[in-house]
Antibody, heavy 122, light 108 residues
Framework: EVQLVESGGDLVQSGGSLRLSCEAS????????VSWVRQAPGKGLEWVAN????????YYVDSVRGRFTISRDNVKNSLYLEMTSLRAEDTAIYYC???????????????WGRGTLVTVSS | SYVLTQPPSVSVAPGETASITCGGS??????VHWYQQKPGQAPVLVLC???DRPSGIPERFSGSSSGNTATLTISRLEAGDEADYYC???????????FGGGTKLTVL
């Protein structure tokens, strides 16, 4: 059974930092791109960042580029999101999602974790 | 950047057919994916590539795309279908994911 389990969410002050983790199981982690997707309270989904299987490519939404860093450890089957210079608008549930990337049509997300809540106080 | 527009809410009686639209420029040339999210739960993929159902998704869920509008259709609506639904495409030019704003489906 495919499972993605996020952790690391917390209450942090504006300007602070936080590191999220996502542990994957039930599939060959290093065969897949993986993404972070967030959802602010009562709002819709927003794609945040993703990373290629070997870590050689990574992409970010404009609002987090330069502040957030995505990384992965294929030995530990884990994905990470290092968040710095946090702002109130970063408050959200952060989901880890397995990405299917059938070129040339582009990616979608076939499995999601339950998410971890990040709250940034201003 | 590419923008997807969904109606905020749709209300339909049980047993009827619900149609949820997703508007985007020339969306017919995009591959559109749909997710269902129930309160307090993670999103679940219900359709990919416009009209492909993942394993376990009922045949009542179907999709189509034409012109500037993609549509998720749920037939023989059940109370358990009540949820938020999101469309999604991939912006290949910028290599990033794009979601619609979501539609709250209420089963009357």
């Amino acid at each position: 059974e495919v499972q993605l389990v996020e952790s690391g969410g917390d209450l942090v002050q504006s300007g602070g930092s936080l590191r999220l983790s996502c542990e994957a199981s039930g599939f060959t982690f290093n065969n897949f791109w993986v993404s972070w997707v967030r959802q602010a309270p009562g709002k819709g989904l927003e794609w945040v960042a993703n990373m290629k299987q070997d870590g050689s490519e990574k992409y970010y939404v404009d609002s987090v580029r330069g502040r957030f860093t995505i990384s992965r450890d294929n030995v530990k089957n884990s994905l990470y999101l290092e968040m710095t210079s946090l702002r109130a608008e970063d408050t959200a549930i952060y989901y880890c999602a397995r990405e299917r990337r059938p070129l040339p049509t582009g990616s979608f997300f076939d499995y999601w974790g339950r998410g971890t809540l990040v709250t940034v106080s201003s | 950047s590419y923008v997807l527009t969904q109606p905020p809410s749709v209300s339909v009686a049980p047993g009827e057919t619900a149609s949820i639209t997703c508007g985007g420029s020339n969306i017919r040339f995009q591959s559109v994916h749909w997710y269902q999210q129930k309160p307090g739960q993670a999103p679940v993929l219900v359709l990919c590539h416009d009209d492909d159902r993942p394993s376990g998704i009922p045949e009542r869920f179907s999709g189509s795309s034409s012109g500037n509008t993609a549509t998720l259709t749920i037939s023989r609506l059940e109370a358990g279908d009540e949820a938020d639904y999101y469309c999604q495409v991939w912006d290949n030019n910028r290599d990033l994911g794009v979601f619609g704003g979501g539609t709250k489906l209420t089963v009357l």
